[in-house]
């Protein structure tokens, strides 16, 4: 299959992308999906070797899925979570041209540290996530769970929930997570955003426990974005605070849409 699972849901006016984070699925959008039915048109995308496109052929690359994504839908706002954040922002200066704004939720141009970008995660995160998948897949999808709801005001529940949906629909293909993880540690959009000309709107948690809050200020403020930062919420606030998500996209819609 060398296309990806895009579902279509709702009935409103704005055409919304959705692009989902690591060994995750579109379907963990749910609870923002039910709350943006009647504003927006979604295409919840189901990337390479994850939920639905389990099979496809797809490289889990940044040009590969814009090129994939693009040609199932129409121009529109790109919203990404975590890995998904990278793709929508690449989108948004790669052809084809079709992205009239950016949303990174919990994302940031470059996810791990180095020397000109303190607020990145340490590069051991990823190597240590790499050996674990070849020693102990499941283990380690469950405890990357945790640490995505840590931080969280119910990190047991939002945990659950999200492990609940993820493995709905059959694990993630093992290989293609590896080459998540490449997709990680080697990209680096910092360049391409500062010269960014679409609107964007950053959401953060602001107990987020793998992508610092400051961090995405920082961004939204060279960029010119717009930032909005959830209290009491780690590393997908769409779960547990989904009326405050919900209501910084439809103000941002409001204004660019």
């Known amino acids: 299959m060398n296309s990806l699972h895009i579902d279509v849901r709702g009935t409103g006016a704005i055409p919304l992308v959705m692009i989902h984070g690591w060994a995750m699925h579109g379907g963990v959008f749910a609870p ?31 040009q590969p899925c814009i090129d994939a994504i693009a040609a ?27 992205v009239e704004g950016v949303i990174m939720l919990c994302a940031t141009p470059r996810f791990l540290r180095n020397d000109t970008w303190p607020f990145g995660n340490d590069p051991a995160l990823l190597s240590q ?13 469950e405890r990357f769970i945790a640490l995505e709801a840590m931080g969280s005001e119910d990190p047991r529940s939002e945990a659950r929930r999200i492990r609940d949906e993820v493995f709905s629909r059959g694990e993630p293909d093992p290989r293609v997570l590896q080459e998540g993880l490449a997709l990680l ?72 849409a």
């Open 185 to 256: 540690e080697s990209t680096d959009l910092r360049n391409e955003w500062a010269a960014m000309g679409q609107s964007s709107l950053w959401i953060a948690g602001n107990r987020d426990r793998l992508v610092h809050p400051r961090a995405m200020e920082n961004a939204a403020r060279t960029c010119r974005g717009n930032f909005v930062n959830i209290a009491h919420a780690g590393h997908a606030p769409f779960i547990g605070h989904v009326e405050p998500v919900a209501d910084a996209l439809t103000s941002f819609f409001g204004e660019h």
């Open 129 to 141: 996530l790499a050996t674990d998948l070849d020693q102990d897949f499941r283990g380690t999808l």
């Open 32 to 62: 923002l999906i039910e709350r943006l039915e009647s504003t927006c048109t979604m295409y919840v995308v189901d990337l390479p070797g994850h939920g639905y496109s389990r099979d496809s052929t797809v490289p889990l690359q940044l």
């Open 72 to 98: 199932q839908t129409p121009p529109a706002f790109w919203l990404g979570w975590s890995l998904g954040g990278l793709i929508a922002l690449a989108a948004a200066y790669k052809p084809p041209a079709q």
